[in-house]
């Protein structure tokens, strides 16, 4: 089991990280000083298989633990979930002291983790991821938040969690397309910060990453929003290929998955790097290959690049009328990027490889 703390600037926290940490949940959080009701909440899809553990080890450690459901999938990441949320929490009876336990992807966490920084002014708040994806990103750095229909992410909070509980074992259960769409925040990470990791997966060709390689992945989010608790600079590199993801999202309707826009988005964005002469095209061709390795789309959705352009400017990372652009300029390496021409994004849209 290994353990990594969080600092930031109300105190810190800790991940848990090692497999069998899911059913230890319930001795950890009382370590932490915690007791009395928690809810788990969780989706019926996950629930079905890593609900029952968690709340037997709850209830060992002499918590009064509930479960509560909510639906499955982005389109239900919504202010009429919470609301639903709301609802719950006060029928199981929730008070100030009651800790919320989310319990699934990152859809869920962000939602059940928004509904736990606003329900009686903030409720303490357990993430346990159960994808790769919620692993590496959504469940480190205390981003809390729900989508509108104009864009993803638009109303959150930050909400900083008692502790993370990343449990490799329950992968296990993870659909193959999940799991490949985890890896295109793994890739991320590599080019972010982590150009032993990238190499390492490079020469894996697509073979499952060890718990080592997970904990590096979730140490590159841990050293980046440490530096930028709140998202005032530096943390923005962690949304290379987001400014073309979440555009793809939105125009798909949020049918498409958070992973495969991502990976898409990062070979977009290293296309645009090298189109603008800011990395050699070895980096390009590097992170192109990865995406097409790992199994995720390298092709920009089929939308229109005039579409795509308009959809960035609903994104949060808008900067007044400048489109923020976070781009590589080596395997390593990322910058920030507020004034790139819009001829120059439609180019790389349009771009067939």
Avoid at 105 to 131: E, H, K, S, Y
Wanted: hydrophobic share 45%; aromatic share 6%.
């Amino acid at each position: 089991m290994q353990t990594i703390t969080v600092t930031h600037p109300a105190g810190s926290y800790p991940i848990f990280l090692g497999d069998g940490a899911l059913a230890q949940t319930g001795a950890r959080l009382a370590e932490l000083g915690r007791r009395g009701r928690c809810a788990v909440v969780t989706n019926p899809t996950v629930g079905q298989h890593h609900a029952e553990p968690l709340l037997a080890g709850l209830t060992e450690a002499g918590f009064e633990a509930g479960r509560i459901n909510i639906p499955d999938g982005e389109q239900h990441k919504t202010l009429d979930t919470v609301a639903d949320l709301y609802d719950l929490f006060v029928e199981a009876k929730l008070d100030r002291h009651s800790t919320i336990i989310a319990l699934g992807g990152g859809v869920l966490g962000d939602t059940a983790g928004f509904a736990a920084a606003t329900f009686l002014r903030g409720l303490p708040l357990v993430q346990i991821p159960t994808t790769l994806l919620s692993m590496v990103d959504a469940s480190v750095g205390g981003k809390t938040g729900v989508d509108l229909p104009q864009g993803k992410n638009l109303v959150g909070a930050f909400k900083q969690p008692e502790m993370v509980v990343i449990d490799p074992a329950v992968l296990a259960t993870l659909p193959e397309a999940e799991y490949r769409a985890g890896m295109g925040e793994v890739i991320k990470h590599g080019v972010i910060d982590a150009p032993d990791l990238f190499a390492e997966l490079e020469q894996g060709g697509g073979q499952k990453l060890s718990a080592e390689q997970l904990a590096r992945s979730v140490g590159v989010k841990v050293k980046v929003v440490q530096e930028d608790p709140f998202e005032h600079g530096r943390r923005a590199v962690l949304n290379l290929g987001h400014t073309f993801a979440h555009a793809f999202e939105r125009l798909a309707n949020f049918q498409m998955r958070h992973g495969e826009a991502v990976g898409t988005g990062l070979v977009c964005a290293a296309r645009l790097a090298a189109r603008l002469g800011l990395c050699a095209g070895d980096t390009t061709e590097r992170i192109t290959a990865l995406v097409a390795q790992t199994g995720l789309p390298i092709e920009p959705p089929g939308f229109p690049a005039e579409d795509i352009w308009a959809a960035m400017f609903t994104d949060k990372k808008r900067q007044g009328n400048t489109i923020r652009f976070i781009l590589p300029r080596a395997i390593g390496d990322v910058a920030i990027f507020d004034n790139i021409r819009k001829e120059d994004v439609l180019a790389v849209l349009k771009e067939k490889l």
